[in-house]
């Protein structure tokens, strides 16, 4: 069997490869292609820009020759005003002369009834006749010269308004002539000025944009440089702001704190005092059976020497280093040094009655003593 007609058919062409600056699709990157379609955009707006700028050429050019055309209609529309009026005139002029001719029909027929009264008259009055025929010829002549005038005279102006009327076409149309040609001039002098003026414009543009860009990088880098130097300047600020205020809540907080601790070491003092004078009391009777027993007969003086060794030993020489703070004292002192000029009175007050308290201590040891001393002699004690 012979081939089929449609395996003969040749397989159509494939497509050449759209190129992108000598590349394929497949070939150039993504950024590539958006540079090549930034470049697109700009070329694009740029001919948007160039094809606006001649549509606004190409309407002032419309514009101008609107212009133009309006003149030329005015004054061809002049042109039909003056010839209006010259037929106008024309027929005016044709009009003075039938009213001319029919005034010189009017005279003649004047003069003609004159002629035949004259000579009906001729034979009584020749000569006052021929006086006034002559008068009357003059008069006629004088009329008939002034009329002649005023025709030429009209006919005359006639010609000059023609002429007139020949020289102002020929010089209106020598000037739009002229005009045509100032105006391609024109144009063409002013399309020239005017792309050497976008050129310019152009240049000095991206030159305003790169300064423009350079000093607001120049801007940019001055207000950070200032802004980090206010946020540490603000930050110091308001680390000397909270530092104010907690010191201003300590010193606030720092005489309640006193005064709680003084009130709480009175508090505390106040039955140690009741013991002191209780003890005092009783040191006192102490001292009263000391002196008894030591101006007793009976007694051991070797014992009461050695108990007054005793007594020495036990007794401090400086009773004030062992004498203890409270320790709330304490920590008020701690608290508040500044108010140790304050406090003086009072706690110089309170060290003596504590030194006071370790006298009597003291002199309870020193009893004890003295009363093995008269259990040994059977001397009688009082408590």
Known sequence: QPPKKDEKKKKAEAKPPTLINGLTKEEISREQIEDHVVRLREVLDREREERNYFQLERDKIQSFREVTDRKHSEVKAELKNLEK????????HLVGIKVFKQKMKHLLCEHHNTVTELEADIVTSTDVLEDEQSQLEADLYKEMMGILVEMQESSCEDVFKELLLVQTAVRNKTEIQQLEKEHDNIMKSVTCERE????????NLNEDIERCISD?????????RDTVKEIT???LFLTFV???IEVEELQSSVPKKIDIAQKQADLSLMPLEDELTALND???QIQAQLHALISAPNVDQTAVTEITHKVEVMSPADPAPSVRLHPQQAQCHQMSPSS???QSAGDTGRFENRIDILGVINMIQIFTLFTHIAE???????S
């Open 85 to 92: 009026a010259i037929e106008d005139d024309q027929a005016h």
């Open 196 to 203: 050497l003026l976008w050129k310019s414009h152009f240049g």
């Open 216 to 224: 607001a990088k120049e801007l940019i880098s001055m207000l950070s």
């Open 233 to 235: 300047a603000l930050k």
């Open 242 to 244: 909270q530092l104010q």
């Open 282 to 284: 009783h040191v006192e």
């Open 340 to 342: 140790m000029g304050d």
């Open 376 to 382: 040994s002699c059977d001397l009688p004690v009082t």
